[in-house]
């Protein structure tokens, strides 16, 4: 048996594929960590606004957030459209970096606005890593390695 108009065009306003955006690789990365590994402000957006946890991590990836993806790279775009939509810049990852701890342990910004925007939102310069992390010793953002 056939399909009805009014069938068919139900079927084809319906999308065809569904991706989960809370869905992990194996390394631990959702679809929003690829879109802050990208600098990709857009794909954040779109990501969240279709469901994904702006804070979610994985223990396969050190429980990083797609912020602190972001941060690491000095992803600004990413980064700003992480804060603006909750991004937590707070939490910290396994080794006990927070969104400005990864800044700081890059290469050093190559300018101030990735930091700032960070600080804006909430970021600690002054956060310690946990205790056991870079050598027993503990560290801060100011302190870099």
Known sequence: MGATPLQLADALSKPQCILNVNSFTLNGLSPLHVAAIRD??????LRIN??????GSHPASG??????????RENYLAAHALVSLGASTTLKDDTGFCAMSHIASSLGPEDTRLP???FDYGGDIHSVTDAGVRG???WTPLLGD
Request: overall charge neutral; glycine content about 4%; aromatic content about 0%.
């Open 63 to 72: 429980q990083t957030t797609s912020l602190h993806k972001a941060c690491e």
């Open 40 to 45: 990709d402000a857009l794909a954040c957006r």
């Open 50 to 55: 279709a469901g994904a946890h702006v804070d």
């Open 136 to 138: 027993q010793v503990k």
């Open 116 to 118: 700032q925007l960070v």
